[in-house]
């Protein structure tokens, strides 16, 4: 006779959820760095201007909803945005009036916005910066594919491509002090992909100061993969680079 106990326990084991992907959007900011006098619209955060025809972050949110295994995304912003107040949203698309003061704060509090939502902390987050408009679905979907294997979780990034030099602290002109190795050095991309629970602890620990996730698991001990991106998925930041997303954006559109 079957054992009873043996199954079950088989049929519990069954029944424990597996582990679902969340994404998570800071999009609190203001974005003061990108913006110039002649802006379309220089009274609106970055990631609202207009960006080949669409405000900027409904090209990120495009490119994170096309990931068919993608649970739900989630957009953080600030308690005073009224940006989405008239919007229709998508199934799989929240958004969260949480947003605090910092970047750590406003991810410390979007995780907690994603529990009490139903996520698990066991459950995978990726956090992608709003800016970042020309992530693809495929570069997402490989960093899936990397970092669910792991234990810890990991980013996209890209190796450094230029001289990297380092800057003289005289007083004065900037000047070279010296030239740095760069065969170790990579730019940190986004997403970044931990899980929900490890990632709100190492935040919590390491507090404001970090200005990306990775650089607070680092702290709290962790090793996080590093998975080669591309250049394209760069952030928008300076006036200038309005320019540059337009013109991929528009020949993706051309090519498709």
Known sequence: MPDAKANAAAASSSLVAVPRCWALIPCAG???????????????????????????????????????????????????????????????????????????????????????????????????????CLVTGAQVNMLMDACLPDTVGGLLALKLPDTLKQQSTDRGAARVAQTVDRSDKWLAQTPQMFRIGALLAALQAAGDAVTDEASAMELAGHAPLLVPGGAQNFKVTYPDDFALAEAVLMQRRVAR
Request: net charge negative; hydrophobic share 50%.
């Open 30 to 132: 203001v974005g003061s760095r990108a913006m110039a006098a002649d802006a379309p619209a220089p009274e609106l955060p970055k990631q609202y201007q207009s960006v080949a025809g669409q405000p900027m972050v409904m090209h990120t949110l495009a490119a994170m909803l096309q990931v068919a295994c993608m649970h739900q995304v989630l957009v953080v912003v600030s308690p005073a945005d009224t940006f989405w107040q008239a919007r229709a949203l998508e199934s799989r698309l929240a958004v969260a009036p949480c947003g605090g003061a910092t970047r750590a704060e406003t991810v410390t509090n979007g995780l907690q916005e994603l529990l009490r939502m139903g996520a698990s902390p066991d459950d995978w987050v990726l956090v992608h910066d709003a800016a970042r």
